[in-house]
């Protein structure tokens, strides 16, 4: 492909898994650019495997995974969740994570503030760094225990 049609997400022989047994089998996929692709299949066929391998929530076992943005590839293999979200890909599970209310770049959003505002007030009570820049909750009960924690240590803190 020439550089405006450039894939801008590909797996090569992506293998991945829990505990000993394999999931994926050398997985190879391709986005291109402006498409709208679905993973589609049964229950335990390894939908939820592949995108957390590619979201960097379960380590791949082998092969690789690129990201291409504004022209620059990135090697995003195994890197962890914080870093392919500062590159701008995210990962939204199908679990109780949203708030059906909301659009989805409010929830986007609301998540984006939790975020940054629990990281502030962690490194302001000058917590350890690990702490601090731990990664951001991924599911509604994670960040509604995440902001209540927020709200102790802030006022704690104040």
């Known amino acids: 492909m020439t550089d405006n049609g450039a ?6 022989d992506l293998v991945a898994g829990y ?13 291109p650019p ?12 390894g939908k939820s495997t592949l995108l957390k391998a590619i979201y960097g929530l379960l380590t791949p076992r082998g092969g690789s995974v690129t990201f291409r943005r504004n022209g620059s590839m990135h090697d995003i293999t195994g890197k962890p969740p914080h870093r392919l979200t500062d590159l701008g ?16 770049g409010e929830n986007l959003e609301k998540r984006r503030r939790a975020c940054a505002s629990s990281t502030r007030l962690l490194s302001r009570a000058s917590l350890s760094s690990t702490l601090a820049s731990s ?20 006022q704690a803190v104040q």
């Open 89 to 104: 890909l995210n990962y939204v599970p199908q679990v109780d994570n949203v708030f059906p209310n909301l659009t989805i």
């Open 135 to 154: 990664s951001c909750p991924s599911t509604r009960s994670e960040m509604n225990s995440r902001e209540s924690d927020v709200r102790s240590l802030s």
């Open 34 to 45: 402006n498409a709208f692709v679905s993973v589609i299949g049964p229950n335990g066929a």
């Open 7 to 12: 894939p801008i997400l590909e797996t090569a």
């Open 19 to 31: 505990g000993e047994v394999n999931i994926l089998h050398r997985v190879s996929i391709t986005v």
